[in-house]
Each structure stands twice: as structure tokens, then as C-alpha cells.
């Protein structure tokens, strides 16, 4: 499995941005697509994830309203749409994916065993 995140960038608050995560390796029925982010100096912070199949999305309670996750299965892309952007969203996004996954362990960095290398995203004030 390959996953290439891309799409950060420097942005002001209040912008909105669209990252992208183009999937590659395997057919992804049955796994779990996930954004987590990493500010520096903190832990990796769960974003949200989208089930592929069926393309149902679950969302961070700390973004839930801001962002949206989508998928294009004929691509194999799961995008990041973040809106009314804040300085403390910046950090480096990183896409992951695994098919091991469960409701209660979906929002756990362990379930995952395959990571993109990261996008920075910085806003500004």
C-alpha cells in the first residue's frame, strides 16, 4: 500500500484547503482512510477517517463542522476539505489506511500500519 498526501501549503486564517491522498497498492474495499495531523512538538492528532466502502465519514469531535472527508473510488483519492482555517490547525496532515479496523479502534493511531509522508499545512494569523 502507497499513500502520497499532498495539497499543503501556506494559508491565512479563515482561508479553506483541500488536501489530497492518492492511494495506491491494493483495492481498498474494506479498509479505513484516515487524516491525522501532527503540530510541532505534539502528539499525532486523529483528524477523521472515511469507511471506503461505504464512503461514510467520521470526524474528530475538535474539526467536527470544519472539515469534510470525501473519496473518489474510481481514483482511489480521499480528499481533506478544511475550512475557516485557524493557527492551531497548522501542522503536518498525514494520510493512513489499514483493514484491520474496528468503530472503537478507527480513531487509534496503532490500527493503522500505513502512513503517507505528510503535507505541511501552516496558517497564519
Known amino acids: 500500500v502507497q499513500l502520497q498526501a499532498s495539497g499543503g501549503g501556506l494559508v491565512q486564517a479563515g482561508d479553506s484547503l483541500t488536501l489530497s491522498c492518492a492511494a495506491s497498492g491494493r483495492t481498498f474495499t474494506g479498509h479505513v482512510l484516515a487524516w491525522w495531523r501532527q503540530a510541532p512538538g505534539k502528539e499525532r492528532e486523529f483528524v477523521g477517517v472515511?469507511?471506503?466502502?461505504?464512503?461514510?465519514?467520521v470526524y474528530a469531535d475538535s474539526v467536527k463542522g470544519r472539515v469534510t472527508i470525501t473519496r473518489d473510488l474510481l481514483k482511489n483519492i480521499m480528499n481533506l476539505t478544511m475550512t475557516n482555517l485557524k493557527p492551531e490547525d497548522t501542522a503536518t496532515y498525514y494520510c493512513?489506511?489499514?483493514?484491520?479496523?474496528?468503530?472503537?479502534?478507527?480513531?487509534?493511531?496503532?490500527?493503522?500500519?500505513?502512513w503517507g509522508q505528510g503535507t505541511e499545512v501552516t496558517v497564519s494569523s
Open positions: 472515511i469507511i471506503w466502502n461505504p464512503g461514510l465519514p
Open positions: 493512513a489506511s489499514d483493514d484491520q479496523w474496528s468503530i472503537t479502534t478507527m480513531k487509534r493511531h496503532s490500527t493503522y500500519a500505513y
